[in-house]
Protein backbone atom coordinates (compact mmCIF):
# COMPACT_ATOMS: atom_id res chain seq x y z
CA UNK A 1 0.00 0.00 0.00
CA UNK A 2 1.71 3.31 -1.06
CA UNK A 3 -0.14 4.59 2.05
CA UNK A 4 1.75 2.42 4.31
CA UNK A 5 5.44 2.89 3.66
CA UNK A 6 8.02 1.88 5.98
CA UNK A 7 10.90 3.62 7.15
CA UNK A 8 12.80 4.01 4.00
CA UNK A 9 10.17 5.69 1.71
CA UNK A 10 8.60 7.89 4.23
CA UNK A 11 10.88 11.06 3.25
CA UNK A 12 12.51 12.06 -0.04
CA UNK A 13 14.29 14.61 1.28
CA UNK A 14 15.31 12.20 4.00
CA UNK A 15 19.52 13.03 2.78
CA UNK A 16 18.92 16.24 4.33
CA UNK A 17 17.83 14.23 7.96
CA UNK A 18 20.14 14.50 10.60
CA UNK A 19 20.49 12.03 13.00
CA UNK A 20 22.64 14.14 15.20
CA UNK A 21 19.48 15.76 16.33
CA UNK A 22 17.87 12.52 17.59
CA UNK A 23 21.03 11.07 18.83
CA UNK A 24 22.08 14.17 20.67
CA UNK A 25 18.94 13.60 22.88
CA UNK A 26 20.06 9.97 23.77
CA UNK A 27 22.07 11.40 25.78
CA UNK A 28 19.41 13.20 28.04
CA UNK A 29 20.09 11.49 30.94
CA UNK A 30 16.95 9.21 32.58
CA UNK A 31 16.56 9.95 36.19
CA UNK A 32 15.94 6.45 36.90
CA UNK A 33 19.42 5.43 34.78
CA UNK A 34 21.61 6.38 37.83
CA UNK A 35 22.13 3.05 39.00
CA UNK A 36 23.76 -0.28 37.97
CA UNK A 37 22.71 -1.09 34.16
CA UNK A 38 19.13 -2.91 34.40
CA UNK A 39 18.83 -5.99 32.41
CA UNK A 40 15.34 -4.64 31.18
CA UNK A 41 15.56 -1.24 30.45
CA UNK A 42 12.93 0.78 28.82
CA UNK A 43 13.19 1.89 25.31
CA UNK A 44 9.86 3.07 24.62
CA UNK A 45 7.48 4.40 26.97
CA UNK A 46 4.25 5.87 26.20
CA UNK A 47 2.77 8.14 29.27
CA UNK A 48 -0.70 9.48 29.13
CA UNK A 49 -1.36 8.86 25.35
CA UNK A 50 -4.31 10.19 23.59
CA UNK A 51 -5.03 9.26 20.33
CA UNK A 52 -7.85 11.06 18.27
CA UNK A 53 -8.91 10.78 14.29
CA UNK A 54 -11.01 14.40 14.57
CA UNK A 55 -13.30 13.95 16.99
CA UNK A 56 -12.82 10.01 17.31
CA UNK A 57 -10.74 9.01 20.05
CA UNK A 58 -8.58 5.72 19.20
CA UNK A 59 -6.30 5.54 22.23
CA UNK A 60 -7.25 6.42 25.32
CA UNK A 61 -4.47 7.21 28.00
CA UNK A 62 -2.28 4.95 27.58
CA UNK A 63 0.57 4.00 29.77
CA UNK A 64 3.42 0.94 29.03
CA UNK A 65 6.97 0.81 28.92
CA UNK A 66 8.71 -1.54 26.72
CA UNK A 67 11.67 -3.36 27.51
CA UNK A 68 14.80 -3.37 25.68
CA UNK A 69 15.50 -6.64 23.46
CA UNK A 70 12.42 -7.95 24.32
CA UNK A 71 9.25 -8.96 22.07
CA UNK A 72 6.31 -7.18 23.08
CA UNK A 73 3.00 -8.22 21.60
CA UNK A 74 -0.19 -5.79 21.23
CA UNK A 75 -3.12 -7.81 21.48
CA UNK A 76 -7.02 -6.87 21.21
CA UNK A 77 -10.10 -7.37 18.82
CA UNK A 78 -10.58 -5.29 15.73
CA UNK A 79 -10.57 -1.22 15.84
CA UNK A 80 -9.14 -1.05 19.38
CA UNK A 81 -6.29 0.65 18.39
CA UNK A 82 -3.58 -1.51 18.32
CA UNK A 83 -2.11 -0.37 14.98
CA UNK A 84 -2.67 3.63 15.80
CA UNK A 85 -0.46 2.92 19.21
CA UNK A 86 2.41 1.18 16.76
CA UNK A 87 2.06 4.46 14.38
CA UNK A 88 2.30 6.86 17.24
CA UNK A 89 5.59 5.39 18.34
CA UNK A 90 7.75 6.53 15.02
CA UNK A 91 5.18 9.01 14.02
CA UNK A 92 3.86 7.40 11.23
CA UNK A 93 0.86 9.28 12.15
CA UNK A 94 2.04 12.21 11.14
CA UNK A 95 1.28 10.85 7.54
CA UNK A 96 -2.92 11.11 8.51
CA UNK A 97 -4.22 14.28 8.59
CA UNK A 98 -7.06 13.64 11.42
CA UNK A 99 -4.84 12.34 13.36
CA UNK A 100 -3.90 14.09 17.09
CA UNK A 101 -2.16 12.93 19.56
CA UNK A 102 -1.94 14.51 23.40
CA UNK A 103 0.20 12.61 26.08
CA UNK A 104 3.88 11.78 25.68
CA UNK A 105 5.87 9.01 23.50
CA UNK A 106 9.04 9.07 24.82
CA UNK A 107 12.01 6.72 22.93
CA UNK A 108 14.65 6.16 25.26
CA UNK A 109 13.57 9.02 27.66
CA UNK A 110 12.85 11.68 25.36
CA UNK A 111 9.10 12.91 23.31
CA UNK A 112 9.61 11.55 19.66
CA UNK A 113 6.78 14.66 19.52
CA UNK A 114 9.02 17.19 20.66
CA UNK A 115 9.71 19.71 18.03
CA UNK A 116 13.41 19.14 17.91
CA UNK A 117 13.07 15.38 16.72
CA UNK A 118 13.44 14.75 13.17
CA UNK A 119 10.61 12.06 12.20
CA UNK A 120 12.63 10.63 9.56
CA UNK A 121 15.91 10.28 11.54
CA UNK A 122 13.26 8.79 14.00
CA UNK A 123 11.99 5.67 11.68
CA UNK A 124 15.84 5.05 10.87
CA UNK A 125 15.90 4.30 14.47
CA UNK A 126 11.94 2.61 14.94
CA UNK A 127 11.18 0.53 11.51
CA UNK A 128 8.31 -0.53 10.66
CA UNK A 129 7.49 -3.79 8.62
CA UNK A 130 3.57 -4.19 7.59
CA UNK A 131 1.29 -6.43 7.36
CA UNK A 132 0.98 -6.48 3.35
CA UNK A 133 4.81 -7.19 2.30
CA UNK A 134 5.61 -3.89 0.67
CA UNK A 135 9.13 -4.55 -1.32
CA UNK A 136 9.63 -2.07 -3.97
CA UNK A 137 9.43 -2.87 -8.07
CA UNK A 138 13.17 -3.11 -8.11
CA UNK A 139 16.13 -5.61 -7.54
CA UNK A 140 16.42 -7.44 -3.98
CA UNK A 141 19.54 -5.96 -3.77
CA UNK A 142 18.55 -2.02 -4.57
CA UNK A 143 15.46 -2.81 -1.95
CA UNK A 144 17.92 -3.85 0.81
CA UNK A 145 20.25 -1.25 0.21
CA UNK A 146 17.62 1.76 -0.33
CA UNK A 147 18.10 3.15 3.28
CA UNK A 148 21.35 3.25 3.02
CA UNK A 149 21.27 4.91 0.05
CA UNK A 150 17.97 7.55 1.18
CA UNK A 151 20.00 8.31 4.60
CA UNK A 152 23.12 8.77 2.64
CA UNK A 153 24.67 6.26 4.93
CA UNK A 154 28.90 5.82 5.11
CA UNK A 155 28.97 2.39 4.91
CA UNK A 156 30.04 -0.45 2.46
CA UNK A 157 26.37 -1.48 0.81
CA UNK A 158 27.60 -5.16 0.23
CA UNK A 159 28.33 -5.97 3.44
CA UNK A 160 25.26 -4.06 4.79
CA UNK A 161 22.76 -5.95 2.50
CA UNK A 162 24.55 -9.00 2.92
CA UNK A 163 24.45 -8.92 6.73
CA UNK A 164 20.65 -7.94 6.48
CA UNK A 165 19.97 -10.96 4.72
CA UNK A 166 21.79 -13.15 6.86
CA UNK A 167 19.74 -11.65 10.11
CA UNK A 168 16.72 -12.02 7.95
CA UNK A 169 16.99 -15.43 7.19
CA UNK A 170 17.16 -14.82 3.83
CA UNK A 171 20.03 -14.72 2.39
CA UNK A 172 20.77 -18.27 2.19
CA UNK A 173 17.73 -18.34 -0.86
CA UNK A 174 18.78 -15.37 -2.71
CA UNK A 175 22.80 -14.94 -2.76
CA UNK A 176 22.64 -16.14 -6.16
CA UNK A 177 20.21 -13.73 -7.17
CA UNK A 178 20.09 -10.30 -5.77
CA UNK A 179 19.58 -8.84 -9.10
CA UNK A 180 16.77 -10.37 -9.52
CA UNK A 181 13.42 -8.39 -9.06
CA UNK A 182 12.06 -8.54 -5.34
CA UNK A 183 8.37 -8.81 -6.83
CA UNK A 184 9.32 -12.48 -8.10
CA UNK A 185 9.63 -13.59 -4.37
CA UNK A 186 7.15 -15.34 -2.55
CA UNK A 187 5.51 -13.41 -0.11
CA UNK A 188 6.87 -14.94 3.16
CA UNK A 189 10.25 -14.02 1.26
CA UNK A 190 9.16 -10.58 0.30
CA UNK A 191 8.05 -10.23 4.16
CA UNK A 192 11.61 -11.72 5.24
CA UNK A 193 13.02 -8.77 2.49
CA UNK A 194 11.28 -5.99 4.29
CA UNK A 195 12.57 -7.13 7.03
CA UNK A 196 15.89 -7.10 5.99
CA UNK A 197 15.70 -3.47 4.44
CA UNK A 198 14.24 -2.54 7.63
CA UNK A 199 17.51 -3.95 9.66
CA UNK A 200 19.90 -2.15 6.73
CA UNK A 201 19.59 1.22 8.42
CA UNK A 202 20.56 -0.04 11.79
CA UNK A 203 17.46 0.74 13.86
CA UNK A 204 17.05 -0.07 17.42
CA UNK A 205 13.18 -0.49 17.56
CA UNK A 206 11.14 -2.78 14.79
CA UNK A 207 7.78 -2.22 14.81
CA UNK A 208 5.43 -5.13 12.75
CA UNK A 209 1.95 -4.76 12.16
CA UNK A 210 0.49 -8.34 11.78
CA UNK A 211 3.71 -9.53 9.81
CA UNK A 212 2.72 -13.08 9.36
CA UNK A 213 -1.22 -12.57 8.75
CA UNK A 214 -1.18 -12.39 5.04
CA UNK A 215 1.15 -15.79 4.62
CA UNK A 216 0.52 -19.31 4.88
CA UNK A 217 1.54 -21.40 7.82
CA UNK A 218 5.25 -22.10 6.59
CA UNK A 219 6.13 -18.92 6.24
CA UNK A 220 4.58 -17.48 9.15
CA UNK A 221 6.60 -20.09 11.17
CA UNK A 222 9.76 -18.66 9.44
CA UNK A 223 8.51 -14.84 10.59
CA UNK A 224 8.05 -16.48 13.72
CA UNK A 225 11.48 -18.14 14.18
CA UNK A 226 12.80 -15.18 12.78
CA UNK A 227 11.37 -12.59 15.03
CA UNK A 228 12.56 -14.71 17.68
CA UNK A 229 16.31 -14.21 16.84
CA UNK A 230 15.94 -10.34 15.90
CA UNK A 231 15.31 -9.89 19.70
CA UNK A 232 18.71 -10.86 20.56
CA UNK A 233 19.64 -7.56 18.96
CA UNK A 234 16.33 -5.36 18.57
CA UNK A 235 13.25 -4.56 20.59
CA UNK A 236 10.67 -6.20 18.73
CA UNK A 237 6.74 -4.44 19.17
CA UNK A 238 4.28 -7.11 17.16
CA UNK A 239 0.88 -6.32 16.70
CA UNK A 240 -1.09 -10.11 15.82
CA UNK A 241 -4.88 -10.86 16.04
CA UNK A 242 -3.59 -14.81 16.17
CA UNK A 243 -3.28 -15.32 20.34
CA UNK A 244 -1.30 -18.54 20.04
CA UNK A 245 1.37 -16.43 18.10
CA UNK A 246 1.77 -13.92 20.82
CA UNK A 247 2.12 -16.85 23.23
CA UNK A 248 4.70 -18.60 21.24
CA UNK A 249 6.62 -15.53 20.31
CA UNK A 250 6.20 -12.84 22.94
CA UNK A 251 8.02 -11.84 25.99
CA UNK A 252 5.33 -9.74 27.43
CA UNK A 253 1.62 -8.63 26.01
CA UNK A 254 -0.29 -5.46 26.12
CA UNK A 255 -3.88 -6.42 25.84
CA UNK A 256 -6.01 -3.71 24.22
CA UNK A 257 -9.55 -3.43 24.47
CA UNK A 258 -12.30 -1.52 22.46
CA UNK A 259 -12.39 2.07 23.16
CA UNK A 260 -9.08 2.40 22.76
CA UNK A 261 -7.78 1.29 26.30
CA UNK A 262 -4.74 -0.72 27.32
CA UNK A 263 -6.19 -3.16 29.89
CA UNK A 264 -3.35 -5.31 30.86
CA UNK A 265 0.11 -5.44 30.39
CA UNK A 266 2.64 -8.18 31.99
CA UNK A 267 4.79 -10.86 30.97
CA UNK A 268 3.15 -13.24 28.59
CA UNK A 269 2.91 -15.93 30.44
CA UNK A 270 0.63 -13.94 32.80
CA UNK A 271 -1.28 -12.41 30.51
CA UNK A 272 -2.47 -15.57 29.26
CA UNK A 273 -2.58 -17.92 31.70
CA UNK A 274 -3.79 -15.41 35.08
CA UNK A 275 -4.74 -12.45 33.95
CA UNK A 276 -5.82 -9.69 36.47
CA UNK A 277 -8.81 -8.30 34.70
CA UNK A 278 -11.83 -10.47 33.56
CA UNK A 279 -12.28 -8.56 30.57
CA UNK A 280 -8.84 -10.23 29.40
CA UNK A 281 -9.61 -13.53 30.47
CA UNK A 282 -12.92 -12.99 28.50
CA UNK A 283 -10.69 -12.10 25.52
CA UNK A 284 -8.53 -14.54 25.64
CA UNK A 285 -10.74 -17.17 26.36
CA UNK A 286 -12.83 -15.97 23.11
CA UNK A 287 -15.62 -14.99 24.82
CA UNK A 288 -15.66 -11.55 23.07
CA UNK A 289 -13.69 -9.58 20.51
N1 LIG B 1 -6.74 7.03 9.20
C1 LIG B 1 -7.80 6.99 10.03
N2 LIG B 1 -8.75 7.94 9.99
C2 LIG B 1 -9.79 7.90 10.83
N3 LIG B 1 -10.01 6.96 11.74
C3 LIG B 1 -9.10 5.98 11.84
C4 LIG B 1 -7.93 5.94 11.00
N4 LIG B 1 -7.20 4.86 11.33
C5 LIG B 1 -7.86 4.25 12.32
N5 LIG B 1 -8.99 4.92 12.65
C6 LIG B 1 -9.95 4.56 13.70
O1 LIG B 1 -9.25 4.43 14.93
C7 LIG B 1 -9.69 3.29 15.65
C8 LIG B 1 -8.52 2.35 15.88
O2 LIG B 1 -8.08 1.83 14.64
P1 LIG B 1 -6.79 0.92 14.49
O3 LIG B 1 -6.58 0.72 13.04
O4 LIG B 1 -5.69 1.50 15.28
O5 LIG B 1 -7.30 -0.42 15.20
P2 LIG B 1 -6.63 -1.87 15.21
O6 LIG B 1 -6.69 -2.34 16.61
O7 LIG B 1 -5.31 -1.85 14.54
O8 LIG B 1 -7.68 -2.73 14.34
P3 LIG B 1 -7.42 -4.01 13.40
O9 LIG B 1 -7.20 -5.15 14.35
O10 LIG B 1 -8.68 -4.15 12.63
O11 LIG B 1 -6.23 -3.73 12.55
C9 LIG B 1 -10.82 2.69 14.83
O12 LIG B 1 -12.02 3.21 15.33
C10 LIG B 1 -10.57 3.19 13.43
O13 LIG B 1 -11.75 3.31 12.71
MG1 LIG C 1 -4.54 -2.77 12.86
Same mark, same amino acid.
Given at each position: ?????????????????????? $?????????????????????????? $??? #?????????????????????????? /?????????? /???????????????????????????????????????????????? #????????????????????????????????????????????????????????????????????????????????????? /???????????????????????????????????? $?????????????????????????????????
Amino acid at each position: MASETGTEVTDETSTEASEQSL $LGTTEVADDRGAGPVASTETVIEARH $LDV #FYDDVQALQDVNIEIPEKQVTAMIGP /SGCGKSTFLR /SINRMNDLVDAARIEGELLFRGKNVYDEDVDPVALRRKIGMVFQHPNP #FPKSIFDNVAYGLRVQDMDVDEQQVVEESLKKAALWDEVKDQLDKSALDLSGGQQQRLCIARAIAVDPEVILMDEPASALDPIAT /SKIEDLIDDLAEDYTVVIVTHNMQQAARISDKTAVF $LTGGELVEFDDTEKIFENPEHQRVEDYITGKFG
